[in-house]
């Protein structure tokens, strides 16, 4: 969905200062976001966030998010465009009347500014060019707040390239770790590199689709690092993604294959989407990933969310031979009105890593989430929405998360918008 706001684009071109816009006639400007926003408290002062990504994000965010995106087609003619974008983010705890950088009270961010050109590859008009930062065909997983494949950052590609029953996507992207220790001083930042190749579109029978991509991370330490050594010494890695959904009852069902290497491979049992992990020692780490989600309107007025993670990796550092991650988060709605709805989320989670002088660590815990909705329509995910909760939070194995670890377990009450546009 776009909005023109075509009286703000003399404004947004003199902002940009980029003689490209002033090239051509008064733009429209597309104006999207993201927001998520409320109030909450719980037995223990302010709402408690707990493991969010493994057992479920409703009524389980203490965080004020929001995005803002500019985005302008500052040249067409023909089949050829230039298309200019831009994002700003902002994040806080929502606890004071003015957000600001005072104290760290708020952060903001530069998210995405890039170009896209259109139309200047022969043939194939719907293919890519561009450059600069950008959200790179993020996939996520909505209930538990995560971005399984995701590789962002600044970078360069072409994508939608066709090719057969479907279409090539080919980006070299920089994704850097920092502060990779104490050693070197105003140089411990590990430049890293990734190549991600990608394939999309392929349909293997009626109501089905495919998508299979390979990132291959490439750590570029300067002379001085490599004087250093050891964790700067980190490998080249590699994480290998497929996936098939399936049209089903007017929803859909989605399975997900991964396997990683090196710093790579912590992603199969962390809930990532492929950052590179320059703390530990992972020359030996190799792990895999099964995922499965779909959304399925059981009627017209109740349905069905769901995640499944099951995980494993072995040798993530020098004290961890092998974690284990297994993941179960369910969200139900039933549509009262056109505009109200009950919603019931429930989840659960258990991880463990052996250590290699043959110790344990175990985690694990549960929540369960009311709440009452009212949205724009009746779609599963239509937003705007405002939500009413309450949830009970229940850490199973180490029994100490809330109330200033004196508790195992902890109540949440509150509000919270979310919107996108």
């Known amino acids: ?106 952060e903001f961010g530069l998210r995405q500014l890039n170009l896209q050109i259109k139309g200047l590859i022969p043939g194939d008009p719907n293919a890519v060019i561009w450059g600069g930062k950008r959200y790179y065909q993020r996939h996520d997983l909505h209930i538990i707040d995560t971005k399984y494949w995701n590789i962002s950052g600044a970078g360069a590609g072409v994508e939608n390239l066709s090719f057969g029953p479907g279409a090539i996507s080919v980006a070299w992207i920089r994704g850097d770790g920092n502060d990779v220790d104490y050693r070197v001083d105003n140089d411990n930042d590990l430049n890293i590199n990734y190549i991600d190749l990608r394939y999309a579109g392929w349909k293997p029978w009626t109501g089905a689709w495919t998508e299979f991509g390979i990132d291959y991370a490439m750590p570029n330490p300067t002379n001085k690092q490599k004087e250093y050594g050891g964790l700067y010494d980190a490998e080249n890695g590699v994480m290998l993604t497929g996936e098939i959904s399936q049209d089903m009852l007017g929803g859909y069902n989605k399975m997900v294959l991964q396997y990683a290497t090196k710093g790579l491979a912590q992603n199969m049992v962390s809930q990532g989407g492929g950052w590179y992990d320059v703390w530990n020692d992972t020359r030996d780490a190799t792990g895999y990933r099964v995922i499965n989600t779909g959304l399925i309107p059981i009627t017209d007025k109740f349905s069905l969310n769901h995640v499944l993670t099951w995980g494993s990796a072995n040798d993530l550092s020098d004290a961890i031979d092998k974690s284990n991650l297994i993941s179960l988060v369910g969200r139900a709605q039933y549509q009262f009105t056109q505009y109200v ?25 549960e929540k369960y989430t009311l709440a009452l909705g009212l949205a724009d329509g009746p779609e599963f995910m239509s937003r705007p929405e405002l939500r009413v909760y309450a949830s009970y939070l229940n850490d199973s194995e180490q029994g100490n998360s809330f109330k200033d670890g004196t508790a195992s377990n902890t109540w949440n009450f509150g509000v919270q918008v979310e919107a996108w546009w």
């Open 341 to 365: 709805r009950g919603i019931g989320e429930a989840g659960a989670f258990y991880q463990k890593d052996d250590h290699k002088d043959g110790s344990h660590y175990k985690q694990g815990g």
């Open 1 to 106: 969905m776009k909005t023109r706001l075509r009286t703000l684009s003399v404004a947004l071109a003199m902002a940009l200062s980029s003689p490209v816009a002033f090239a051509v006639e008064t733009p429209g400007i597309d104006f999207h976001g993201y927001l998520r926003s409320g109030v909450g408290v719980s037995q223990d002062g302010g709402l408690e966030e707990w493991q969010k990504n493994k057992i479920g994000r409703l009524g389980n965010e203490s965080d004020t998010y929001g995005e803002i995106e500019l985005g302008s087609e500052v040249y067409k003619k023909n089949d050829v465009s230039f298309y200019l974008d831009t994002m700003v983010s902002m994040v806080s705890d929502g606890s004071n009347d003015s957000e600001t950088t005072l104290g760290d009270d708020a």
